[in-house]
């Protein structure tokens, strides 16, 4: 019986900070804070950040990419959501205000 290999999964969120005063803050929380925090659950390999080039109307003006090992680890992290969200566990360190425009995690094809 061939071995199962693991298939990746990619999640992504878009996001923006509400306060223009407040951006590079943002970015550096992003980065140095929030990007580790989340980096340090089963199952994520890494995780990358862009800035778009195009804007449009209502859409996020940042993206971020987290690359996890599989499925698994994608309901892994969302079971971990739900504690934090139920203060089962300590949130993530908050940063300047910011919004999340849409979420998605998507599977290979």
């Given at each position: 019986?061939?071995k199962k ?20 803050e943002f ?6 804070t929030h990007i580790?925090?989340v ?5 994520f390999i890494r ?9 449009q109307p209502?859409g996020p003006?940042?993206?971020?990419l987290?690359m ?15 504690k934090?969200?139920?203060?089962e566990?300590p949130n993530?360190?908050p940063g300047p205000p910011?919004?999340?425009?849409w979420?998605g995690?998507?599977?290979p094809?």
């Amino acid at each position: 019986m061939p071995k199962k290999t693991k298939r990746p999964v990619v999640f992504v969120v878009g996001t923006n900070c509400t306060d223009p005063a407040q951006e590079a803050e943002f970015n550096k929380w992003y980065d140095q804070t929030h990007i580790p925090e989340v980096c340090k659950q089963p199952g994520f390999i890494r995780a990358e950040r862009y800035e778009i080039i195009n804007p449009q109307p209502g859409g996020p003006k940042y993206l971020a990419l987290y690359m996890l090992e599989d499925e698994a680890a994608w309901k892994n992290f969302q079971e971990y959501r739900k504690k934090v969200r139920s203060g089962e566990v300590p949130n993530f360190k908050p940063g300047p205000p910011f919004t999340t425009s849409w979420t998605g995690a998507f599977k290979p094809i």
